[in-house]
């Protein structure tokens, strides 16, 4: 199915992407979204730069379906898993600081309450 310059702009606006960010996910120019975006500009584009810019905005959550395209739903992961990922990275954090100085006001201020 091909995508038209208004389902480009409507996959942007939906996932409340500038032209710079998609540009930067899609490794293409700004220039490059905007001759997209424009009313001729898929002819003057060349056809992989077309695909990884769609590839980039079906990533991001967006379905392309004919004469216009939908929000994919975001899986998240449940209460559990994400504690259990959290606790994973503080356990992680707290054994690269256990051998660490702790610094206090006295390492930070002077004797006058200034930064040292």
């Known amino acids: 199915m091909d995508v038209s310059p208004d389902q480009i702009r409507a996959a942007r606006a939906l996932l409340r992407l500038e032209q710079s960010e998609l540009a930067r996910r899609a490794h293409v120019s700004v220039v490059t979204i905007r001759r997209l975006e ?9 056809p992989p730069t077309l695909h990884g810019v769609r590839e980039a905005l079906e990533q991001a959550g967006v379905e392309f379906i004919p004469d216009g395209l939908r929000r994919r739903p975001v899986m998240r992961p449940d209460a559990q898993t994400l504690f259990e990922d959290l606790r994973a990275i503080s356990l992680r954090s707290a054994a690269r600081l256990q051998d660490q100085e702790v610094s206090t ?3 930070l201020y002077d004797e006058d309450g200034l930064p040292a």
């Open 38 to 46: 424009a009313a001729d500009g898929l002819e003057r584009v060349a």
């Open 105 to 107: 006001a006295a390492d």
